[in-house]
């Protein structure tokens, strides 16, 4: 296997922790594989491999300690979305419809094809056991991967972007041109639905109630699901942003956006910590390590990159 491997000092990541001096982030590798824009990543749940996917039309499994890649597949159109399942025995992928990859033999265990658009996002149910995707063609679908049956199809009401689990799996979310909703998983019944900008990316906070959201005017915002308000607009993003993800404690907020920065966020209270120049391109997608101390990042400047944080 070749080892892409660079070692290098990120230039600016200001003002981490509000009142101390600059604590910078550490680049520990770029993954140098993909071809074209990596659109989608995804961490193991074990912290130990990185799924990453591409409009160069594959997906890679990537060693997270050295940088190796483990494994590649041809998915035959662009990889919009990457999850593993629980053991990261599999890798789960979006693209025209989803596909279920045995990571060990590289063979195609299953290919859900009931959605009638393309696959834009793909996740899975806290169990493991549900894998769900989202489509240009209006909805969301659950699936049973022990089974393969379709379990529910949620319509969403214009296409979906974007969707997001929350951390105790009660509850989904999924975001598209002009509207955020969110839906029971445990019956599949539609709860909250709220006009919305273009939306981008979602991830919910500590507990389900709590929802972030990144939009196309360049804006990201934070909803109270109680509530159905918008409790937080944090602006800082010169373009639109693509791209969230959390920290585990849910302290920090990371945000991606076409500016080509990831921009640091401290929770409560919304305050902007840091930026961090992470491509010359877009940053299509950004990810922390269930352990929280490292950063991945894509961008459609094909390279994937592994932050250290120094913190």
């Not at 997001?164 to 029971?184: F, Y």
């Not at 992470?278 to 894509?298: C, F, M, R, Y």
Request: aromatic letters at 8%; one cysteine or more.
């Amino acid at each position: 296997m070749t080892k892409y491997l660079t070692t290098a000092l990120a230039l600016g990541l200001s003002a981490w922790i509000s009142g101390k001096p600059d604590a910078p982030a550490e680049l520990k590798l770029t993954l140098n594989g993909h071809t074209n824009s990596v659109l989608s990543l995804a961490f193991s749940r074990d912290g130990k491999h990185l799924a990453t996917g591409s409009q160069d039309n594959a997906a890679k499994v990537w060693e997270v300690a050295s940088g190796d890649e483990e494994a590649s597949f041809d998915v035959k159109y662009s990889v919009t979305g990457v999850a593993f399942s629980p053991d990261a025995r599999l890798l789960f992928t979006g693209s025209w419809g989803g596909q279920v990859w045995e990571i060990d033999s590289g063979i195609r265990q299953r290919h859900f094809e009931s959605h009638t658009g393309f696959v834009t996002c793909i996740g899975t149910a806290k169990d493991g056991k549900r894998l769900i995707t989202g489509s240009l063609d209006g909805s969301a679908k659950v699936f049973d991967l022990e089974s393969g049956q379709e379990i529910w199809s949620l319509e969403h009401g214009g296409q979906v972007n974007c969707l997001a689990v929350s951390r105790d799996g009660k509850r989904l979310a999924t975001g598209g041109d002009t509207r955020i909703k969110t839906w029971d998983l445990s019956s599949g019944k539609e709860t909250e639905s709220f006009e919305a900008e273009l939306v981008n990316g979602l991830v919910f906070g500590t507990d389900s109630d709590t929802l972030f959201s990144a939009h196309g005017d360049k804006i990201v915002r934070q909803w109270d699901l109680k509530t159905g308000k918008v409790t937080g607009a944090l602006k800082g993003h010169t373009d639109k942003v693509l791209s969230l993800a959390i920290s585990p404690d849910g302290k920090t907020l990371l945000s991606g956006g076409a500016d080509h920065t990831v921009r640091f966020w401290k929770l409560p209270a919304g305050e902007e910590a840091g930026v961090l120049n992470a491509h010359d391109g877009t940053v299509n997608a950004v990810s922390l390590s269930p352990d929280g101390k490292l950063i991945a990042t894509a961008g459609s400047d094909k390279l994937v990159k592994l932050w250290r944080l120094m913190h």
